[in-house]
């Protein structure tokens, strides 16, 4: 590795011999006097030195100006290629205040009240009571709004910063073949189908998707991609 520091103070020892030489010629006894032929070689080789050093110096400092490009490049492209955000806090419209704690009056109507113990729905982070009951009512005036197409529902999350679009939902026509559930309808493709079987007594949530290529690899090929910044589903489709 190379020493700048080292070469600098050898090139400032040689500029001090050299100027030694001078000075004595200068303040010589009798006056000043011209270089002796011995000094004369030695000044031409303390200033032949003193060259190299320059250009050796000159050669270090583009060398650490290079690394330090490289390692800003380096750090460039293991660092994230899109845009940066925290995600969003659960009861948090995405506008940076938190819904649920600005909205410490918000009152659940009593018809929506339940006498029991919410069983899907548990205090986290030191959340009161009314809190989690919060969040439980606001999940469910999403599903109302999303799933059955509810226009109070709908007002509701709308006037509360919540959007309920589904994009690419399934129609009640797609999920069976021959009577079925059609597990392969995702075979090849890098997407997730969702679905919602439900009766009066209960609601299941089905999840499809084509695992293969979702394991440790493929969540590597995928961030490499992000990093390198091409399409994410390069190579996995």
Not at 97 to 119: M, Q
Request: net charge neutral; with cysteine; glycine share 10%.
């Amino acid at each position: 590795m190379f020493n700048l520091l080292q070469l600098q103070q050898q090139r400032a020892h040689k500029q001090l011999l050299a100027n030694e030489l001078i000075d004595n010629s200068e303040k010589a006894e009798g006056g000043p006097r011209p270089l002796s032929t011995e000094e004369l070689g030695l000044f031409d080789k303390l200033e032949s030195e003193i060259k190299s050093l320059d250009d050796q110096i000159l050669a270090v400092q583009a060398h650490e100006i290079r690394r330090a490009k490289a390692v800003a490049m380096k750090e460039k492209l293991e660092g994230s290629s899109g845009r940066q955000s925290a995600p969003d806090q659960p009861g948090s419209d995405g506008s940076g205040s938190n819904i649920l704690t600005s909205h410490a009056n918000f009152r659940i109507p009593a018809t929506a009240r339940r006498t029991g113990v919410l069983k899907a729905f548990k205090p986290r982070n030191g959340e009161s009571v009314h809190t989690v009951e919060t969040r439980a009512y606001r999940a469910g005036m999403w599903a109302r709004a999303t799933l059955f197409k509810d226009e109070r529902a709908q007002n509701w999350c709308l006037s509360n910063g919540m959007a309920f679009d589904i994009r690419g939902a399934m129609g009640t026509n797609s999920n069976t073949d021959g009577g079925f559930f059609n597990v392969e309808a995702t075979n090849d493709t890098n997407r997730v189908d969702l679905f919602v079987f439900g009766n009066d007594e209960r609601m299941l949530v089905v999840g499809r998707l084509d695992n293969l290529g979702k394991g440790a690899s493929g969540a590597a090929v995928q961030a490499m991609n992000v990093h390198l910044g091409v399409e994410e589903s390069l190579g996995l489709v």
